[in-house]
């Protein structure tokens, strides 16, 4: 159809002839009556058109066909071939305007001859082809922009994906690099406080025997001393070597080496008991509040340690309250369903000391537990307040944090675990005169590594009255122990053969259950109770009265318990 040769000559005869000459060389054609039917023709497909020039004026009557004309596609100049109309003379110029506002135009005057008509009607056909050609290049490269332009969004939104997916992996990363970072970080610390701790427990260890026995000897100079000038001197001495002891404590404290002595305390009442102490300790400009918690909050912790971290705490919010200001003691019981961090789900008793003061620089807070860390004066600080605090609670089986902002103030938690319902009440005892042994000589046998330290206690215990015997290592304590068994073993924990709560488990297979003193400054207790039970400590150093008072009880708690076996 598109090959076709439209004919429109309305009037006459010249359709058929055009038609026929056509036809006989092979070009197919169709005549149009109208107007309508021309452009209907057109607008379904043919090759060109061949119209009688004096068909025009109607044709261009309307403007609907140079309507159509002008809305053609870019490939398409629609040829047309029209048969002028037999005249004298020139066109008229509004005729031939007429004639060129068709555009792709042959005009052929008559008479015509076939040939004319027919080579022009194959110049048309062949011009259209062109036509076609061009159209459907056209065509391909309109489908291939379209294929492009999709390609490319398609592109855009596998690149955008690709870029959404990529943000998403490096989020998770980076989110990982800083969760493993944050718990490195706590690594670190821990095994930081840990190393340390071995380091100072080990020090402090040696240095608390020293101050040991440089304490008891200190108490025979002045048992043995006949001038009366003597005593303050010995008095003076004493007095430092209980400041160094002080000292000692608050590194093993901090090593948790400390040998505690817990029993069951009720917080809130030890508090009440500190109150005026706190006062003095934190100074006229210091308003010193307590918030204690309704609930009873008993725990099993050492009484005279916690009064300790109490106190390091109070003194550090007093210095950071030059000018005054508040110290917060308040407790609360704080229930954990989750372990977190170092602290095991149950029950908690939480001890907070805050203060309204200078506050802690960021950077520092993860220095502040370190032992000897301290930002005060040299002399005025000897940086194992927290230490003391931080180990002590750990030893009880809690943990001590610290939170501080500048220029409002720092606050200390101390999680301690609640203690079971069924814990058991000690009464303590008051402060004794010196207790003689009485009637007949108890046999005590001693077994301490150090030498100084074994003489001072054996000489003291002769000075009371007992008949001592002395080893120097677990292994010949418990041969001596064979040789004749002594109403009293008394050891040291820390022995290089081995430790006292192995030398105390050992002489139990020997010789049953005789009465046993652990005395030791520095001792693993978990380690001691899972050997020897819960022996009676002596926490070193002591004095000749506490050391007159250990053994005296122990030999008289296992009397009554023989009396409750053998009424
Ligand atoms: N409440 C507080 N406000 C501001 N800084 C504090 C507070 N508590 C502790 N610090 C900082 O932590 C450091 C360590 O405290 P820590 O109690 O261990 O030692 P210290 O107070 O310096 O010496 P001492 O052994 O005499 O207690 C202090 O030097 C201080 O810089
Ligand atoms: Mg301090």
């Given at each position: 159809m598109e090959l076709r040769i439209l004919v429109h000559a309305p009037r006459g005869r010249d359709a058929a002839v055009v038609q026929t000459v056509l036809s006989g060389q092979g070009i197919t054609t169709h005549a149009c009556q109208s107007q309508d039917q021309l452009i209907r023709c057109?607008?379904?497909?043919?090759?060109?058109?061949?119209?009688?020039?004096?068909?025009?004026?109607?044709?261009?009557?309307?403007?609907?066909?140079?309507?159509?004309?002008?809305?053609?596609?870019?490939?398409?100049?629609?040829?047309?071939?029209?048969?002028?109309t037999k005249r004298e003379g020139r066109r008229a110029a509004k005729d031939v305007q007429t004639l060129h506002s068709l555009g792709n135009m042959i005009l052929l005057e008559r008479p015509l001859n076939a040939e004319t008509l027919v080579s022009a009607a194959e110049s048309a056909v062949r011009e259209r082809r062109r036509q076609y050609v061009t159209r459907q290049h056209l065509d391909e490269i309109s489908q291939t922009r379209n294929q492009l332009e999709r390609l490319n969004a398609e592109l855009e939104q596998r690149i955008a994906q690709r870029t959404r997916e990529l943000a998403s992996a490096n989020d998770r990363l980076m989110k990982e690099i800083a969760e493993r970072e944050r718990a490195q970080a706590a690594l670190t610390q821990v095994q930081k406080m840990e190393a340390i701790g071995r380091l100072t427990g080990g020090i402090a260890h040696d240095f608390n025997n020293l101050l040991h026995v440089v304490n008891m000897n200190l108490e025979l100079v002045s048992m043995y001393a006949k001038e009366e000038k003597v005593k303050p001197v010995v008095e003076r001495a004493k007095s430092a070597a209980k400041r160094g002891s002080k000292l000692t404590s608050q590194l093993l404290s901090f090593a948790r080496s400390q040998s505690l002595l817990p029993r069951l305390v009720h917080v809130n009442?030890?508090?009440?008991?500190?109150?005026?102490?706190?006062?003095?300790?934190?100074?006229?400009?210091?308003?010193?509040?307590?918030?204690l918690c309704d609930e009873p909050n008993p725990v099993v912790v050492d009484p005279s340690q916690l009064e300790m971290a109490v106190l390091n705490l109070a003194v550090n919010s007093r210095d950071a309250m030059p000018e005054g200001g508040t110290l917060t003691i308040s407790t609360c019981n704080r229930v954990r369903h989750e372990a977190d961090g170092e602290l095991k789900p149950g029950d908690y008793l939480v001890v907070t000391v805050s203060d309204t003061g200078a506050g802690i620089p960021q950077q520092l807070l993860s220095k502040v537990f370190d032992p000897f860390f301290t930002t005060k004066a040299v002399g005025s600080g000897t940086g194992l307040g927290l230490s003391q605090v931080y180990g002590f609670a750990r030893q009880s089986g809690g943990l001590a944090?610290?939170?501080?902002?500048?220029?409002?103030?720092?606050?200390?938690?101390?999680?301690?675990?609640?203690?079971p319902a069924d814990a058991e009440e000690v009464r303590e005892k008051g402060p004794s005169e010196l207790q003689r042994a009485s009637g007949n000589a108890r046999r005590i046998l001693v077994v301490e590594d150090d030498a100084d330290v074994r003489r001072v206690i054996v000489e003291c215990l002769g000075l009371i009255g007992y008949s001592v015997r002395e080893a120097p290592n677990g292994t010949e304590g418990l041969a001596a122990l064979r040789e004749s068994t002594p109403d009293l073993l008394m050891v040291d924990y820390a022995m290089p053969d081995m430790t006292g709560a192995e030398v105390i488990s050992k002489a139990r297979e020997i010789v049953g259950n005789i009465p046993v003193i652990l005395?030791?400054?520095?001792?693993?207790?978990?380690?001691?109770?899972?050997?020897?039970?819960?022996?009676?400590?002596?926490?070193k150093p002591f004095d000749i009265t506490t050391l007159g008072d250990a053994v005296a009880g122990a030999l008289a708690k296992a009397e009554s318990a023989t009396a409750a076996t053998n009424p």
């Amino acid at each position: 159809m598109e090959l076709r040769i439209l004919v429109h000559a309305p009037r006459g005869r010249d359709a058929a002839v055009v038609q026929t000459v056509l036809s006989g060389q092979g070009i197919t054609t169709h005549a149009c009556q109208s107007q309508d039917q021309l452009i209907r023709c057109m607008s379904d497909g043919a090759a060109g058109a061949i119209l009688t020039e004096e068909a025009l004026p109607e044709l261009l009557a309307d403007d609907r066909l140079l309507r159509w004309l002008g809305a053609q596609p870019p490939w398409s100049d629609f040829p047309f071939v029209v048969l002028a109309t037999k005249r004298e003379g020139r066109r008229a110029a509004k005729d031939v305007q007429t004639l060129h506002s068709l555009g792709n135009m042959i005009l052929l005057e008559r008479p015509l001859n076939a040939e004319t008509l027919v080579s022009a009607a194959e110049s048309a056909v062949r011009e259209r082809r062109r036509q076609y050609v061009t159209r459907q290049h056209l065509d391909e490269i309109s489908q291939t922009r379209n294929q492009l332009e999709r390609l490319n969004a398609e592109l855009e939104q596998r690149i955008a994906q690709r870029t959404r997916e990529l943000a998403s992996a490096n989020d998770r990363l980076m989110k990982e690099i800083a969760e493993r970072e944050r718990a490195q970080a706590a690594l670190t610390q821990v095994q930081k406080m840990e190393a340390i701790g071995r380091l100072t427990g080990g020090i402090a260890h040696d240095f608390n025997n020293l101050l040991h026995v440089v304490n008891m000897n200190l108490e025979l100079v002045s048992m043995y001393a006949k001038e009366e000038k003597v005593k303050p001197v010995v008095e003076r001495a004493k007095s430092a070597a209980k400041r160094g002891s002080k000292l000692t404590s608050q590194l093993l404290s901090f090593a948790r080496s400390q040998s505690l002595l817990p029993r069951l305390v009720h917080v809130n009442k030890l508090l009440l008991g500190m109150r005026d102490l706190l006062e003095i300790s934190a100074g006229a400009g210091v308003e010193v509040k307590l918030d204690l918690c309704d609930e009873p909050n008993p725990v099993v912790v050492d009484p005279s340690q916690l009064e300790m971290a109490v106190l390091n705490l109070a003194v550090n919010s007093r210095d950071a309250m030059p000018e005054g200001g508040t110290l917060t003691i308040s407790t609360c019981n704080r229930v954990r369903h989750e372990a977190d961090g170092e602290l095991k789900p149950g029950d908690y008793l939480v001890v907070t000391v805050s203060d309204t003061g200078a506050g802690i620089p960021q950077q520092l807070l993860s220095k502040v537990f370190d032992p000897f860390f301290t930002t005060k004066a040299v002399g005025s600080g000897t940086g194992l307040g927290l230490s003391q605090v931080y180990g002590f609670a750990r030893q009880s089986g809690g943990l001590a944090f610290v939170r501080s902002e500048m220029g409002k103030g720092t606050s200390v938690e101390m999680h301690f675990p609640l203690a079971p319902a069924d814990a058991e009440e000690v009464r303590e005892k008051g402060p004794s005169e010196l207790q003689r042994a009485s009637g007949n000589a108890r046999r005590i046998l001693v077994v301490e590594d150090d030498a100084d330290v074994r003489r001072v206690i054996v000489e003291c215990l002769g000075l009371i009255g007992y008949s001592v015997r002395e080893a120097p290592n677990g292994t010949e304590g418990l041969a001596a122990l064979r040789e004749s068994t002594p109403d009293l073993l008394m050891v040291d924990y820390a022995m290089p053969d081995m430790t006292g709560a192995e030398v105390i488990s050992k002489a139990r297979e020997i010789v049953g259950n005789i009465p046993v003193i652990l005395a030791t400054g520095y001792a693993d207790m978990a380690h001691v109770e899972r050997l020897a039970g819960k022996p009676n400590i002596l926490r070193k150093p002591f004095d000749i009265t506490t050391l007159g008072d250990a053994v005296a009880g122990a030999l008289a708690k296992a009397e009554s318990a023989t009396a409750a076996t053998n009424p």
